[in-house]
């Protein structure tokens, strides 16, 4: 079992940052792989960036690549999304996810999720 609490989220201008933190607890947390989702009004919940627990590999989508850090925060226990150059279609809720295994970007493999966090993105 994981327990995912996700924190961070808020309004911010358009050029600007934040910093979602993943509050993760659990067993076996190496071979978990930890995922970043997001989701907007009327749309389906959409992939953002992974890494393993290990901290071995990260991986985005297109859609923020070279803008979004994915990290591991070991003091705190957490999975952490850095955010920067935000732009309006940002806007959503975002949710930390996690899974058993290897990378995924289906939303329908990871057995556990977080509550979500708001972030939105003023032009």
């Known amino acids: 079992q994981v327990y995912l609490g996700e924190s961070g989220g808020g309004l911010v201008q358009a050029g600007g940052s934040l910093r979602l933190s993943c509050a993760v607890s659990?067993?076996?947390?190496?071979?978990?792989?930890m995922a970043w989702f997001r989701q907007s009004p009327g749309k389906e919940r959409e992939f953002v960036a992974h890494m393993m627990w290990s901290g071995l590999t990260t991986f985005y989508a297109d859609s923020v690549k070279g803008r979004f850090t994915i990290s591991r925060d070991n003091a705190r226990n957490t999975v952490d999304l850095q955010m920067n150059s935000l732009k309006p279609e940002d806007t959503a809720v975002y949710y930390c996810a996690a899974k058993w295994g290897r990378r995924s970007q289906l939303r329908n493999e990871y057995g556990y999720w977080g509550q979500g966090t708001q972030v939105t993105v003023s032009s």
């Open positions: 659990g067993r076996y947390l190496d071979s978990y792989g």
